[in-house]
T-cell receptor, first 112, second 115 residues
Framework: ETGVTQTPRHLVMGMTNKKSLKCEQHLGHNAMYWYKQSAKKPLELMFVYNFKEQTENNSVPSRFSPECPNSSHLFLHLHTLQPEDSALYLC???????????FGQGTRLTVV | AQSVTQPDIHITVSEGASLELRCNYSYGATPYLFWYVQSPGQGLQLLLKYFSGDTLVQGIKGFEAEFKRSQSSFNLRKPSVHWSDAAEYFCAVVIYGGSQGNLIFGKGTKLSVKP
């Protein structure tokens, strides 16, 4: 148990659906991240929030929309996804940007 | 461009044998270095980290890693592997761009342990 909780653990959605992934941490961390993990590809950093402000968007398509309402919660809103978006989406948090990241268990997303 | 290379995609070792997983980084200065482990269907767990000081760092589960500046390497080692060590291992570095740091991962090395 890392202290970072992601829900749901598994999600199947159609290409026209809208869904949201949730991440929660009560570790007092200031930075939160979304990563995408696909088969045979390295972990891809998608978004970074530091003190609730988005500081990084790694050329992620607009069909992924992050939201960080407070320092403990991070959402990833999904709409009109493509099958190639199927992956494990990992949330992480850290005290600061140079500290080790604590990861949630991930949401396994399947787009059909 | 800065990068992290884990040259071995898949390694199989016998239980009780020693293990070394390789990691090389490409970066102009000394980055912060990490090793994470991921069991199937799970998130990543930190094994150990190097920020500065002693170049041989000890981690959890009996793992250690040695930072070698001259080789730009941060290899992970364990003297005696247990069946429960079967997992995927990721080397990561914090790369600084502007005022921000990004945690960059290698592609991972999958470890299988045979009885």
């Amino acid at each position: 148990e890392t202290g970072v909780t992601q829900t749901p653990r598994h999600l199947v959605m159609g290409m026209t659906n809208k869904k949201s992934l949730k991440c929660e941490q009560h570790l007092g961390h200031n930075a939160m991240y979304w990563y995408k993990q696909s088969a045979k590809k390295p972990l891809e950093l998608m978004f970074v929030y530091n003190f609730k402000e988005q500081t990084e968007n790694n050329s992620v398509p607009s069909r992924f929309s992050p939201e960080c309402p407070n320092s403990s919660h991070l959402f990833l809103h999904l709409h009109t996804l493509q099958p190639e978006d199927s992956a494990l989406y990992l949330c992480a948090s850290s005290v600061g940007r140079t500290d080790e990241a604590f990861f949630g268990q991930g949401t396994r997303l399947t787009v059909v | 461009a800065q990068s992290v290379t884990q040259p071995d995609i898949h390694i199989t070792v016998s239980e009780g044998a020693s293990l070394e997983l390789r990691c090389n980084y490409s970066y102009g200065a000394t980055p912060y270095l990490f090793w994470y482990v991921q069991s199937p269907g799970q998130g990543l767990q930190l094994l150990l980290k190097y920020f500065s000081g002693d170049t041989l760092v000890q981690g959890i589960k009996g793992f250690e890693a040695e930072f070698k500046r001259s080789q730009s390497s941060f290899n992970l080692r364990k003297p005696s592997v247990h069946w429960s060590d079967a997992a995927e291992y990721f080397c990561a570095v914090v790369i600084y761009g502007g005022s921000q740091g990004n945690l960059i991962f290698g592609k991972g090395t999958k470890l299988s342990v045979k009885p």
